[in-house]
């Protein structure tokens, strides 16, 4: 089986951050995004990255890392998630996994391969949040997706959404727009489910999506069982941290900390830090 991990984004909601490393290359509990994901999708004997923002820090990880199996596919210009998916049309077989790059889970490939049949051209992952205004709602029937509901800023209703892991058929690539731009979630996956072609496997283990400050925070200290989480080489001393993550290289003394991520090599020394990403000066 092969995958395809949608690694091009821009991370804005995590800026400043990424201005200098992709989303990917972040680290989850002192492990990067991708070698999360890498390891969820063992199953895999190939692993496509699509990218094209900071692309060049990909590679430089890639060659220092033994992850001989996971190769770069380069985008000209962002393609979207439905352009990326067709930019890899010849690299990806008969069937294969989509992965968002922003998604640290242990959701198998395998068991969305066992839920697929003749019958559909792809099958979703969904997983239930508490509040579903900052996704919208997948509403189903019978194992299979029925519709879309668009985000809500006002609905703040538990619920069941798209958890952006999608075991796919070639089937897929005659709903993808042939050129230019375009969304697998806005543009493809709507006609999928008015056909019936959309299947839908519900998740119910670890699932975070880390492309927001606030997510990123609630994955590393939900995964490393702590109140905060802090890098190896980071230096702290007498301080008072809860809810954060302290970054490589990162100096924390004699300061509070909270809901925050002080980032790769910044100082923070006699100051109060709330809700915030700080980034190294210069």
Do not use: M, Q, W
């Given at each position: 089986m092969k995958a395809l991990v949608l690694a091009g984004g821009f991370g804005t909601r995590l800026r400043p951050l990424t201005y200098t490393v992709p989303k990917c290359l972040l680290p989850v509990n002192n492990i990067t995004i991708l070698e999360h994901q890498v390891a969820m999708l063992s199953a895999c004997d190939e692993i496509f990255l699509a990218?094209?923002?900071?692309?060049?820090?990909?590679?430089?990880?890639?060659?220092?890392?033994?992850?001989?199996?996971?190769?770069?596919?380069?985008?000209?210009?962002?393609?979207?998630?439905?352009?990326?998916?067709?930019?890899?049309?010849?690299?990806?077989?008969?069937?294969?996994?989509?992965?968002?790059?922003?998604?640290?889970?242990?959701?198998?490939?395998?068991?969305?391969?066992?839920?697929?049949?003749?019958?559909?051209?792809?099958?979703?992952?969904?997983?239930?949040?508490?509040?579903?205004?900052?996704?919208g709602r997948i509403e189903e029937k019978d194992g299979r997706v029925t519709s879309f509901s668009e985000k809500e800023a006002s609905n703040h209703t538990p619920g069941r959404i798209n958890a952006g892991i999608y075991y796919c058929t070639k089937k897929v690539f005659s709903f993808i727009p042939g050129e230019g731009p375009s969304s697998l979630e806005r543009d493809v996956f709507p006609r999928l489910a008015e056909k019936g072609l959309l299947a839908a496997h519900a998740h119910e283990g670890i699932w975070h999506d880390v492309g927001t400050r606030e997510s990123y925070i609630e994955a590393n200290c939900t995964l490393s069982k702590t109140a905060y989480v802090s890098a190896p080489d980071a230096c702290v001393e007498e301080s008072d941290i809860s809810h954060s993550v302290i970054l490589s290289g990162a100096t924390v003394r004699h300061a509070t900390i909270t809901n925050s991520v002080i980032g790769f090599g910044a100082r923070v020394e006699h100051d109060v830090v709330e809700n915030a990403i700080v980034a190294k000066k210069g």
């Open positions: 990218t094209n923002y900071l692309e060049d820090r990909i590679r430089e990880f890639l060659s220092k890392t033994d992850l001989g199996h996971v190769v770069v596919n380069h985008e000209d210009t962002p393609l979207g998630t439905g352009g990326a998916v067709r930019n890899a049309r010849e690299l990806l077989g008969d069937s294969f996994v989509v992965l968002n790059g922003d998604i640290v889970s242990d959701c198998r490939p395998e068991t969305l391969a066992a839920c697929a049949h003749k019958s559909v051209s792809c099958v979703l992952a969904t997983v239930p949040v508490p509040d579903v205004s900052r996704y």
